[in-house]
């Protein structure tokens, strides 16, 4: 009786091999289809420019109020920051309203370039200032992502 149990895994053993083998390649491409967008926040309209924009003298500069008229522009913008704000990742944000959420116009300020802000973002709040670069949008707000210490200035 043994052998014929043998015999016949051996007969339709394979069977059960290629079956295990197809399920588990089945399960993992859906896996991988699942979840390969799962970690990919798609924004494509998020820049990170490693270079200023240069001012050819063409470009025009708007109040913060104006700046989402002017998506997808490379511009400058001229308020003044009424917060600033560092979050836990050191991403800096620089507010020009009380109320950042209904706000028409931010600077955002990744944590990588913000290393480059020797002087942190204290010199900018509470003071006018001019961002120069393209206004962009994230979760329906217009925001410009400064990415150098020279697309920014305090007006005086």
């Known amino acids: 009786m043994n052998k014929k149990i043998r015999t016949r895994w051996q007969r339709f053993g394979?069977?059960?091999?290629?079956?295990?083998?197809?399920?588990?390649?089945?399960?993992?491409y859906w896996y991988q289809k699942d979840?390969?967008?799962?970690?990919?926040?798609?924004?494509?309209?998020?820049?990170r420019n490693t270079t200023a924009p240069k001012n050819?003298?063409?470009q025009n500069e708007y109040a913060y109020t104006e700046a989402p008229d002017h998506i997808g522009e490379t511009t400058h913008i001229r308020g003044?920051?009424?917060?600033?704000?560092?979050?836990?990742s050191g991403t800096i944000f620089l507010d020009f309203c009380k109320q950042y959420s209904t706000?028409?116009?931010s600077i955002v300020i990744f944590g990588?370039?913000?290393?480059?802000?020797?002087?942190?973002?204290a010199p900018y709040e509470n003071?006018?200032?001019?961002?120069?670069?393209?206004?962009?949008?994230?979760n329906n707000q217009a925001e410009m992502v400064i990415t150098n210490p020279s697309q920014i200035r305090i007006q005086k």
Do not use: E
């Open 56 to 58: 050819t003298g063409t």
């Open 35 to 47: 979840t390969k967008h799962m970690f990919v926040i798609p924004s494509p309209t998020i820049s």
């Open 103 to 105: 706000c028409p116009f």
């Open 127 to 138: 003071k006018t200032v001019i961002a120069s670069g393209t206004i962009q949008t994230y």
């Open 80 to 88: 003044t920051v009424v917060r600033a704000y560092t979050s836990k």
């Open 112 to 121: 990588d370039d913000a290393k480059k802000f020797i002087s942190g973002v």
């Open 14 to 28: 394979w069977i059960f091999v290629v079956l295990g083998i197809i399920i588990i390649g089945c399960v993992w």
